[in-house]
């Protein structure tokens, strides 16, 4: 099992910058992605960045150029910067880990941007 707790949500100004934390604990091992998904209600979660063990990472056409995914494995945290915040960008952002053919989810954190 892993546990999945992200941090760093808030409220925010419409081109300002947020930073997420996602910190994994538990059994982790054979990893093989990692990556941020988003949601607003009434729609469906959606894509918004990943890194693949195997190499790459990708993001979602929204979000290029002003998100960025990171990672600290001394830390086992996922990081994903985001500048240039539009109110599109609002909704629940959760992390997620993919392990052995089960996808592990974070409880979320809230993201607003005023515009």
């Known amino acids: 099992q892993v546990q999945l707790v992200e941090s760093g949500g808030g409220l925010v100004q419409a081109g300002g910058s947020l930073r997420l934390s996602c910190a994994a604990s538990g059994s982790i091992f054979s990893i093989r992605a990692v990556g941020w998904y988003r949601q607003v209600p009434g729609k469906q979660r959606e894509f918004v960045a990943i890194i693949l063990t195997t190499g790459g990472t990708n993001y979602a056409d929204s979000v290029k150029g002003r998100f960025t995914l990171s990672t600290d494995n001394a830390k086992n945290t996922l990081y994903l910067q985001m500048s240039s915040l539009k109110f599109e960008d609002t909704g629940v952002y959760y992390c997620?880990?993919?392990?052995?053919?089960?996808?592990?989810w974070g409880q979320g954190t809230q993201v607003t941007v005023s515009s």
């Open positions: 997620a880990i993919s392990q052995l053919g089960t996808t592990y």
